[in-house]
């Protein structure tokens, strides 16, 4: 155990002095003492150098007569007379909430470091339900958290993780907040709900160089795809067809073939489109599938991909994916990386061998040091322009 802890000691002592070699700065060196809180790994000096937050559920909106709640991180010394700056944690569709340990541990490093932090609850993406009305759940949060008289309006930054990502960058579009949007991280996020679907239903995707490659959605992938489109069909007894063929063998990480008796059985288009795309075997096929959907379907569609609505962003925009994401494939951001280069606004792109999806993956400080060191240089960026 002590060999073990020495290690890590030394890893960090390594961490620091590279970042102090690249910019000896307050921020750089406060982000490398709160990287092993964020990772949840190593010894953690923050907890012993910084007092415990304020922490505080409050109302951010209501829908359909229910109050959604966030959960407010502020620093132990924030107030209206020392303003802090703030970020807002945007989460994807997950049953987790604002509660998880996880959530908790990067919201609590983050205000121990000195920046106010905002993690919406939504009842709509805890239920795994993906709905245009979240893009608007997330001004709504903004504009909550810079309301507040403990935080600085001119110091707010938005951390999208998965759909949150995506979600993201398309409220920081907004007109009633586009301005105040200091800067996004997408972690993780999709491009396009388009190439996504088809990615989930094909497993496999295309690079930019229009190869294909082969890819596992990961459990949960495959579940909000399956819950999402079966949504898309109205008749009652076609989706509960769909559901009763389909649903086991999806959730069992299976690829159905097609089933020419059950497309017959099916009394809709709509029905039997979505049969086609939850069945194809190839890219190309389920490609088409997702073209051949219904109007109101297509339009959702377009509604919840950033990559087709960069116009009236103005924020710095950051992204970031794991290499080996089964949730949402790389080649997600990096065509959102790609599509953002011309516009200027894209501040840093950086990929990593560190995480499941969005959460550290059994980090090994020694063995990951590399990788810590360039996740090290990502986050201090975003917290240089926060703190």
Same mark, same amino acid.
Not at 114 to 133: K, M
């Given at each position: 155990?002590?060999?073990?802890?020495?290690?890590?000691?030394?890893?960090?002592?390594?961490?620091?002095?590279?970042?102090?070699?690249?910019?000896?700065?307050?921020?750089?060196?406060?982000?490398?003492?709160?990287?092993?809180?964020?990772?949840?790994?190593?010894?953690?000096?923050?907890?012993?150098?910084?007092?415990?937050?304020?922490?505080?559920?409050?109302?951010?909106?209501?829908?359909?007569?229910?109050?959604?709640?966030?959960?407010? @991180?502020?620093?132990? @010394?924030?107030?209206?007379?020392?303003?802090?700056?703030?970020?807002?944690?945007?989460?994807?569709?997950?049953?987790?909430? +604002?509660?998880?340990?996880?959530?908790?541990?990067?919201?609590?490093?983050?205000?121990?470091?000195?920046?106010?932090?905002?993690?919406?609850?939504?009842?709509?993406?805890?239920?795994?339900?993906?709905?245009?009305?979240?893009?608007?759940?997330?001004?709504?949060? $903004?504009?909550?958290?810079?309301?507040?008289?403990?935080?600085?309006?001119?110091?707010?930054?938005?951390?999208? $993780?998965?759909?949150?990502?995506?979600?993201?960058?398309?409220?920081?579009?907004?007109?009633?907040?586009?301005?105040?949007?200091? @800067?996004?991280?997408?972690?993780?996020?999709?491009?396009?709900?388009?190439?996504?679907?088809?990615?989930?239903?094909?497993?496999?995707?295309?690079?930019?160089?229009?190869?294909?490659?082969? @890819?596992?959605?990961?459990?949960?992938? +495959?579940?909000?795809?399956?819950?999402?489109?079966?949504?898309?069909?109205?008749?009652?007894?076609?989706?509960?067809?769909?559901?009763?063929?389909?649903?086991?063998?999806?959730?069992?990480?299976?690829?159905?073939?097609?089933?020419?008796?059950?497309?017959?059985?099916?009394?809709?288009?709509?029905?039997?489109?979505?049969?086609?795309?939850?069945?194809?075997?190839?890219?190309?096929?389920?490609?088409?599938?997702?073209?051949?959907?219904?109007?109101?379907?297509?339009?959702?569609?377009?509604?919840?991909?950033?990559?087709?609505?960069?116009?009236?962003?103005?924020?710095?925009? $950051?992204?970031?994916?794991?290499?080996?994401?089964?949730?949402?494939?790389?080649?997600?951001?990096?065509?959102?990386?790609?599509?953002?280069?011309?516009?200027?606004?894209?501040?840093?792109?950086?990929?990593?061998?560190? $995480?499941?999806?969005?959460?550290?993956?059994?980090?090994?400080?020694?063995?990951?040091?590399?990788?810590?060191?360039?996740?090290?240089?990502?986050?201090?960026?975003?917290?240089?322009?926060?703190?």
């Amino acid at each position: 155990m002590r060999r073990r802890l020495a290690r890590i000691g030394l890893v960090l002592l390594i961490v620091l002095a590279i970042l102090v070699a690249f910019e000896p700065t307050r921020v750089g060196l406060q982000t490398a003492v709160m990287l092993p809180n964020l990772v949840g790994s190593g010894p953690q000096p923050l907890n012993l150098f910084s007092a415990p937050p304020q922490r505080s559920a409050i109302v951010y909106r209501t829908v359909d007569g229910h109050d959604e709640l966030a959960e407010l @991180w502020l620093p132990s @010394w924030a107030s209206a007379e020392r303003q802090s700056g703030a970020i807002l944690l945007v989460l994807g569709v997950n049953n987790v909430g +604002r509660n998880h340990p996880v959530v908790v541990r990067v919201a609590d490093a983050l205000a121990r470091t000195g920046a106010a932090v905002l993690v919406p609850d939504s009842r709509a993406l805890l239920e795994g339900r993906l709905d245009v009305g979240e893009i608007d759940g997330v001004v709504r949060a $903004f504009e909550a958290l810079a309301a507040r008289p403990e935080v600085d309006p001119g110091r707010i930054g938005i951390a999208g $993780f998965s759909v949150g990502g995506s979600l993201s960058l398309l409220a920081a579009r907004d007109p009633r907040i586009a301005a105040g949007v200091r @800067w996004v991280n997408a972690f993780g996020a999709y491009a396009d709900a388009a190439t996504y679907l088809a990615a989930v239903s094909a497993h496999a995707y295309r690079n930019a160089d229009g190869s294909i490659v082969p @890819w596992e959605p990961s459990p949960l992938a +495959r579940q909000i795809h399956l819950q999402f489109l079966l949504s898309q069909v109205d008749d009652v007894s076609d989706r509960e067809a769909l559901d009763a063929a389909l649903r086991q063998p999806i959730l069992d990480g299976l690829h159905p073939p097609p089933d020419a008796s059950l497309r017959a059985s099916l009394r809709t288009e709509a029905a039997r489109t979505i049969l086609g795309l939850l069945t194809a075997q190839t890219l190309d096929t389920a490609t088409a599938a997702i073209g051949a959907l219904p109007p109101d379907s297509l339009a959702f569609i377009d509604a919840i991909s950033p990559v087709r609505h960069l116009d009236g962003l103005v924020a710095d925009i $950051f992204v970031m994916h794991e290499t080996t994401d089964h949730h949402v494939p790389i080649v997600e951001s990096r065509a959102l990386a790609a599509a953002l280069e011309p516009t200027g606004l894209l501040r840093t792109y950086s990929e990593f061998r560190l $995480f499941d999806h969005v959460q550290p993956d059994n980090v090994d400080f020694l063995a990951a040091a590399p990788e810590l060191v360039k996740l090290l240089l990502h986050v201090r960026t975003l917290m240089e322009e926060t703190l």
